[in-house]
């Protein structure tokens, strides 16, 4: 029999010690035989061990994937945007002018937000019309920052991630999960030079099912100033306008993310690249283009049918 590569400290029979301080077993089954119970285990535990060493990474891969019977798991991705309220201040006069904190008649607060997860049906809107109530709904939105891998925003970088945290630094609530921010405003910047990288511009110009909406009754700020007097239709008209946005967010990301798949989030995880999608989750045959040469090594390159997305295949 072979020698087998065990590390084993014990001081037994047919043990020889190298200069690398590793034991050999010459005969395991002399040990096995001497002590059934005990060595039968330990070799067992050993074998184990050297086929896990020596398994193939890819294989590994594979096999955690597939541990529950899917062959792809999809990331938890969150699209969200919020809106505040308005605050009032103390002036002496209109224009341009610098306003003190300690002009400040009324802070600003969460008035709501909307939520969607990618790919599914369901849009999760909360509102506080009360500021009562603004507790009760980021208590809510904690719970879906907490479970997201991914949230997209549109320019959340400076504007919705930043008011959602001091809100609930307000409220001394403890951070949600670590997730990746993707905020589309700037990654749009990385894929194309448009002549507007607003959502209006954007969606209308790219999206067929969903554009941002301008608003209707209450023009501008009017729709704010009308939500903090309670007015109904206001409430509802900030409730389409809220849902809209997320809605032409998500199909713009959808339009754009075959574009940069460097800099746009793998929505999916893949157990094969040459035959499922790392961007959009497609699985099925790819088109395979020219190969990709490096300093050292060439490989194959696939795009997906579905997206268009181009992905790096095995090594030639």
């Not at 077993?25 to 005990?38: G, M, R, V």
Request: hydrophobic fraction near 35%; charged fraction near 30%; aromatic fraction near 10%.
């Amino acid at each position: 029999m072979e020698k087998i590569g065990v590390l084993i400290k014990s001081n037994v029979k047919n043990v020889k010690k190298e200069e690398n301080s590793r034991l050999i077993i010459l005969n395991p089954w002399d040990l096995i035989l001497e002590s059934p119970t005990i060595f039968q285990i330990i070799y067992f535990a050993c074998f184990i061990l050297v086929v896990k060493h020596y398994v193939s990474p890819v294989t590994r891969k594979k096999q955690m994937l597939n541990e529950k019977g899917e062959k792809m798991k999809s990331n938890k991705v969150l699209c969200l945007d919020i809106e505040t309220s308005v605050m009032l201040a103390y002036i002496f006069r209109l224009g341009k002018q610098v306003i003190r904190s300690d002009q400040i008649a009324e802070d600003w607060r969460l008035l709501c937000y909307t939520a969607k997860w990618l790919g599914a049906n369901k849009v999760i809107y909360e509102e506080a019309k009360k500021e009562s109530k603004e507790k009760e709904i980021l208590d809510k939105l904690w719970k879906l920052l907490n479970e997201a891998e991914i949230v997209i925003t549109q320019n959340g970088t400076i504007f919705d991630a930043k008011r959602i945290n001091a809100r609930m630094i307000y409220y001394e609530m403890t951070p949600p999960s670590p997730y990746r921010h993707y905020d589309l405003y700037r990654l749009v910047k990385i894929v194309a030079d448009f002549t507007s990288k607003s959502l209006a511009y954007l969606t209308s110009k790219l999206c067929q099912r969903h554009v941002k909406l301008l608003h209707q009754k209450f023009a501008g700020m009017k729709l704010w100033i009308e939500c903090r007097a309670g007015n109904k239709n206001a409430w509802k008209e900030m409730k389409q306008y809220n849902r809209e946005d997320v809605l032409s967010m998500e199909e713009l990301y959808l339009k754009l993310r075959a574009w940069a798949p460097e800099s746009f989030p793998k929505v999916y995880n893949m157990t094969d690249e040459s035959y499922e999608c790392g961007t959009c989750g497609y699985e099925g045959a790819m088109r395979e283009g020219q190969p990709r040469k490096t300093k050292k090594y060439k490989y194959k390159q696939h795009a997906c049918p579905k997206c268009g997305s181009w992905q790096r295949g095995v090594k030639i």
